[in-house]
C-alpha cells in the first residue's frame, strides 16, 4: 500500500483558486492540475521565458532561468517562471490570465482540453553563411530556434540531412522539434503536416486515432484485434505464454507490433498522411499489455507478489518501438499505478479529470480485473479486484464477448424476455452487459432471491406468467437455469439458458469488484450519498446498464442518472497526452497523486466480499 | 571571428585561488577549471549532494535541489551545491578540501588529472518484494541507486534483462550507469569489469586506447592506418569524394568504421576484454574525420565560406555508432573550434591545459592545416593557418611520410651530411621532420639565403668543404638541388635530393604557420619574450626538432628548451576526457572560452604571410 504524501498548498490569484500537490511538483503542472493555463511556448523547459508568475507568499528559490528572463527589480518582487518553480512548501501567487483566446476542444468527459501537442513545426527563413558568421549548419538553425523559445539538441538522423538541404532549398526550412530535441528538418514550409496517433491496447481489441497535432483534429479511428489472441485470450494466459514457450516474448510482441502496424497502414492510407509526418504516439494499456509491447518480460506481473518490471512512463524513438512512423518520433507509454491498475486507468484518470474535481467520484473499468478509483482532489484512492473473467463471458455456459449474436441487453416484463441481440440476428450467447441485465432483472422480479438462488419451481408456477414460470428449467444434469431464448428463438439448434452456476460466477465477480469498491469508500470514509457521480469505463462498461449494475450491488445506491458509462476513457485519454503537453505532465503526476491498494492478502476485502456476494436487499 | 564574451570572477576560499569564467558556466565547472576539485559522486548532475560550497559573496538562487540538501539555515549561511550554480556574476565562495586523496594520475603535459569517469557500476544486494513492497524492478533498483546518489532512468534494454535476472541472482547484480542513464544490469558483481576506449582519428592514422576505467590505467593502446586513404591522401580530396561519388559519403564512413572496429577487436583480444565491458567512448579528430565517422555530409567545409554541419559536442549510443561495443554505450566526440580547428585541437588543449594555465603559451599542431592556439587563462585565442600539404611529404619531389626509410632527421656537420633514416635503412625519401632539419641546417650553415635560394655553385666551391659543395647540384631539367643521399647511399637507384622547388614548398608551408601565430600574437599584444612554453603538437610535431623549428621562424624566437614536443596530444585529450567527467566538462566549455579567428580573407594575414616568406635574419 502506498501511504498519503503529505501535500503542499498553492493558492493562484486573481483566480481565487487553490491546489493541494505533492512536495516537488512544478508551479506550472499544479496550475495545470486545476486547469488554469498559464501560457508557455516551450513545453514548460524554461526556455520560452512566457510562463511568468508573482509569488505573493511563500519560498521559492531563483534559478539561474529566473536571472536571465527578469531584472533584479522583477525578482524582487516574486516574478519567476512558474516551470522552474518546484513547489515544496505551502505558496501563494498571481498567473497573470492567458493572453487570446488559446485554441481548446471538449474531450473525455466534458473536459475543456488546451491543444498544445509537445511538437512544434517552425518555418525558417535563415541568412546563408558567410566568413564573418561561420556558425555551423546546427548552430543556425539552433540560434534562430532560440529565438522562438526553443533550446534544441539535434538527432544524428537530423543533421544528416544537412547541409544539402539547406542550400537546395533557399536556406528556407521548417525544424520539427519534439520537446527540446530538433528529430527532423523538412525542405519549405510544412507546418500543415503534423500528426500524432493514440493508441489503447486492450487485451481483445486495439484502439488507434490519427489526430492532426497542428489543430487538435481527429482525423480517423480504427479498432483491430489484438493478433496476441491466438496466444490466449487474457492476460494471464499471454502471461504463462511469454514463461513457458521459447521464444514467446517475442512471438506476442511480434504479434501486438503487427496490428498497431497494421492500424497504422490503415489510419494514414485511408487519410494521405505520410508515415513520415507521424511525430509523436502516446499508448495506454494494461501493465501486461505495454510489457508485451515494449518486449519487456511480464513473468512477475503473473505470480505473487504481482511486481512489474517497470510502472514509470516511457519514451522511445519511433526506431527503437519498431512502429511503421519517423523513425526519429518519439513513442510515450503513460505510467501504471500498480500491476493491475495500468496505463489504462490513467489515461481513464485524464478523461474524467476524477482526481482534479472537487467531490467524490468513482471510476470502474470492469474486465478480468477491476479497476477502481475512488475519490477527489483532496485524496484519490485505486486498487485493482480480482473479478475473474466472467464479465467476459469465458466463465458462463452460454456466454460469448460482445459481437454479433450476443444478447446485449434484457427486459423481464411481467409475461416474458425481450432480448436485445448484437447485429439484430437470433441470438447465439450471452455477452456482459446481457448477463448483468439478466441478472439484476431476475432479481428485481423476484425470480432470484438476494443469495442468489433461483426460487423453487412451484413459487414461480404460482407467482409469474406461465412464458416466465415456463422459463425456470433443470438441465439434463439437474442444474437449474433460466431460459433466455427457446430452441426456436435461438440462433443454436438448442435454448440459450443462465445457470445457477452462471449466477454464482457473476457473484463471485461482482463481489470482487463491490469489496473493492467498499475498501476504498471506507478507506475515504465516506458512504453511497457521498458520491457525486459514478462512472463506467471500459468497452464494456460502456455497455452495462447502469439501473442492473446498481440493482446488483456491483456499483453503489446512487441514484441511476449519477452512474455514466463514459466509453474508452483509456483511449480518450491517450488523445488527450497527445495533444496537451499539460496534461501529459497531469499523467506522469498521477502516480505520486493517487495512492494505490493493493487487495491481496487484505482482511476487510475478504470479509467484505463474503458479504458482498448477496444482492442488496433493498433499492 | 568570434568576440570576447565579457567574464566574471570567480574567487575559491580557503585556496585564495580565482578564475574568469564566461557567464552561464556552474561554479562546479569553474572550480574543475583551475584544478580544484570539488567532491561529487554523481558526475555534477545535483543528485548527490556533495558538492558543496558557502557562496560568502555575490549573488546566486536557491535550486529546489537546494532546499532537499540543506537546512533553512545552511541556505541561510549560504551553503549551495557547487553543480547547480550557475555563475552570472562574480562570486566568492569557500570550498571544502576533499576528504581523502581521489585517485589522480598525471596525463597530457604534467597535468594532475583526478580519475573520476563518468561510468559507475554500483552492487545491489536488493531485498526480494512482498505484498507490501510491489515496487516494480526498475522502482526497486532506482530507489538502491538513489541511496547512492544516482538519479537514472532506464534503457528499454536494460530493462529487456529484467525480471529473470534478479530472480535467478538473488537480487544481488551490478547496475550500470553512465551519467544518468541505467543502460545495463549484470548478474552478481561485476564491478572489477569497466572499460572505455579513446580514439584520434587522424586523417592517416588512427590511434587508439583501451582504459580502465576503475583504476585509470591505461590496458593497451594501438594504432592503424585510416583506410580512408584509398579514397584520398587528405583532407579536402576526401571532401571531395563526398561530394562527388554516389554512395561516396556511405564507403568513407564505412572505411573508418572499419578501421575503429578493427582496432576494437585487436585491443580487446589482446587484453581479454569483453565487448560488452567497454561503456564509454571519447573520439577525438579533425572535424571532417568526425563528420565521416558520424556520417555527416561535410562538403560545406571544403568550399568557402567552410561551414561544417556541428561543431558542438556529440552523444551516441554504441549502437548509433555503427561501432563493436555495448549497443547502449555512450560514444562521444569532443566539439569543434572550427571547420579547420577541430576536436583534436580540443583534445590538445585538455592535454596541454593551456587555456587555463597563467602565462601565455603557444600550441602548434602542424599538418596540412597548423591548427594555433595562443593564450592563457586570462584570454585564449585559436586559428587555422593553411600550410598545405609540404610537411607531410606530398609536394616534395622525394617527399614521404614518416615510415621506414625516410629521412627523419639531418644534421650538417662542416665536413659533410648526416642522416637518420627511420628503421635503420638506406633513405627512400624525406619526411617533415627530416625536411625541416634539411632546410634549418642549410641556412644555418650559409647553403641557403634567407630569401631561400640555394647560394651560387663558385660560393658553395670556395667556402664549404668538396664534399658539400659537390652536394649543391642541378638536375637535368636544370633546377638547383641538394643532395641528401647520393645514388649510392641511397635505397633507390637513383640520389634522393631536396630541390629549390621543394624549399618554396617549404616556405609556404611556414610562412603560412608564422603568420597565423603572428596575426594572434598581434591579436594578444604579445611579443615572442612573453612566450613561456611553446607546444609542438600532433605525430609530425612530435618529431620536429624544436632548434629546426625556430631556426626557420617555423616557431617564434624562444629560447629552444621553452619549445616542447607534445606527442599525440589530440589522444591524450581524449583520455583525459574519457577518465574524468569533471575535463569533459572542461572541454565542453573550450568553444565558448577560446576565441576563433578565422584568417581567410584576412589582410594582415595575408601581409604577414608574404613577409614570413622568408627566413628570420638573425638568431
Redesign the interface.
Known amino acids: ?1 502506498t501511504t498519503a504524501t503529505t501535500k503542499v498548498t498553492v493558492a493562484f490569484q486573481p483566480y481565487n483558486k487553490t491546489t493541494r500537490v505533492p512536495p ?1 511538483m512544478s508551479l506550472f503542472d499544479a496550475a495545470s492540475w486545476i486547469g488554469l493555463p498559464i501560457d508557455s511556448a516551450c513545453g514548460a523547459k524554461g526556455t520560452c521565458g512566457k510562463c511568468r508568475v508573482r509569488i505573493l507568499e511563500g519560498q521559492t ?4 532561468v ?3 528572463v527578469f531584472s533584479a527589480e522583477e525578482l524582487e518582487n516574486g516574478w519567476r517562471l512558474s516551470c522552474r518553480v ?1 513547489v ?1 512548501n505551502d505558496l501563494v501567487c498571481e498567473a497573470p490570465k492567458l493572453m487570446g483566446n488559446p485554441k481548446a476542444a471538449l474531450m473525455g468527459v466534458e473536459r475543456h482540453i488546451i491543444l498544445d501537442p509537445n511538437v512544434h513545426k517552425v518555418y525558417l527563413q535563415l541568412a546563408a ?11 543556425r538553425i539552433a540560434d534562430a530556434l532560440a529565438e522562438e523559445g526553443f533550446d534544441v539538441t ?1 538527432t ?1 538522423a537530423a ?2 540531412q ?3 538541404l539547406l ?1 537546395k532549398n533557399g536556406w528556407q526550412v521548417t525544424a520539427v522539434v519534439i520537446g527540446q530535441e530538433l528529430v527532423a528538418i523538412e525542405p519549405g514550409d510544412t507546418r500543415g503536416q503534423c500528426y500524432g496517433l493514440a493508441f489503447d491496447i486492450g487485451t481483445t481489441t486495439i484502439v488507434g486515432a490519427l489526430l492532426d497535432l497542428d489543430g487538435g483534429i481527429p482525423v480517423g479511428v480504427q479498432a483491430a484485434l489484438n493478433q496476441q489472441a491466438i496466444y490466449g485470450a487474457d492476460v494471464l494466459t499471454r502471461i504463462t505464454h511469454a514463461m513457458i514457450e521459447p521464444g514467446g516474448l517475442k512471438q506476442l510482441r511480434n504479434a501486438v507490433l503487427a496490428s498497431l502496424n497494421q492500424l497504422i497502414a490503415a489510419l494514414t492510407d485511408q487519410n494521405n498522411v505520410s508515415l513520415a509526418n507521424i511525430y509523436e504516439v502516446v499508448i495506454v494499456g494494461n501493465a501486461t499489455m505495454l510489457h508485451l509491447y ?4 511480464p ?2 506481473i503473473g505470480v ?9 512512463a ?1 519514451i ?1 524513438t519511433g526506431a ?1 518501438s519498431l512502429l511503421d512512423i519517423l523513425p526519429e518520433a518519439r513513442v510515450h507509454t503513460l505510467p501504471h499505478l ?2 493491475y491498475v495500468g496505463a489504462d486507468l490513467v489515461g481513464g484518470l485524464l478523461a474524467t479529470g476524477l482526481p482534479q474535481k472537487d467531490g467524490v467520484r468513482l471510476l470502474v473499468d470492469i474486465g478480468t480485473n477491476g479497476e477502481i478509483v475512488l475519490g477527489s482532489a483532496e485524496r484519490t484512492i485505486a486498487t485493482a479486484a480480482p473479478a475473474g473473467p466472467a464479465f467476459e463471458g469465458a466463465s458462463i455456459q452460454d456466454g460469448m464477448r460482445a459481437s454479433a449474436g450476443a444478447i446485449e441487453a434484457v427486459v423481464i416484463t411481467d409475461q416474458t424476455v425481450r432480448l436485445q441481440v448484437i447485429g439484430d440476428t437470433k441470438p447465439i450467447g450471452i455477452c456482459g452487459s446481457g448477463l448483468i441485465d439478466t441478472v439484476a432483472q431476475l432479481y428485481h422480479k423476484g425470480l432470484l432471491t438476494a443469495s442468489g438462488r433461483f426460487i423453487e419451481k412451484e413459487q414461480a408456477n404460482r407467482d409469474f406468467h406461465p412464458d416466465l414460470a415456463a422459463r425456470l428449467i433443470r438441465d439434463e444434469r439437474g442444474v437449474r437455469a433460466f431460459v433466455l431464448a427457446r430452441a426456436d428463438e435461438s440462433g443454436l439448434d438448442r435454448p440459450i439458458v443462465l445457470s445457477q452456476k452462471d449466477i454464482r460466477e457473476l457473484q463471485f465477480a461482482k463481489g470482487a469488484i463491490a469489496s473493492g469498491i467498499e475498501v476504498l469508500m471506507r478507506e475515504l470514509g465516506i458512504t453511497a450519498r457521498d458520491l457525486v457521480e459514478v462512472y463506467l469505463a471500459g468497452s464494456f462498461g460502456n455497455y452495462i446498464n447502469p439501473w442492473s449494475a446498481r440493482r446488483l450491488g456491483l456499483v453503489p445506491l446512487v441514484s441511476v442518472e449519477r452512474i455514466k458509462a463514459v466509453g474508452n476513457a483509456a483511449g480518450e485519454g491517450a488523445k488527450i497526452a497527445l495533444l496537451s503537453f499539460r496534461e501529459r505532465n497531469i499523467a506522469y503526476r498521477i502516480p505520486a497523486i493517487v495512492e494505490y491498494h ?1 487487495l ?2 487484505r482482511t476487510d476485502f475478504n470479509d467484505s466480499f463474503v458479504d458482498l456476494l448477496r444482492f442488496p436487499d433493498f433499492l
Chains 1, 2 share one sequence.
Open positions: 500500500m516537488g528559490g531563483i534559478t539561474a529566473d536571472r536571465k518546484i515544496q553563411p558567410t566568413l564573418v558568421d561561420q556558425r555551423s549548419d546546427y548552430r539535434a544524428l543533421l544528416r544537412l547541409p544539402q542550400r515494449q518486449g519487456l518480460d513473468s512477475a505473487h507478489p504481482f511486481i512489474p518490471v517497470i510502472e514509470s516511457t522511445a527503437e500498480g500491476a493493493e491481496s492478502g
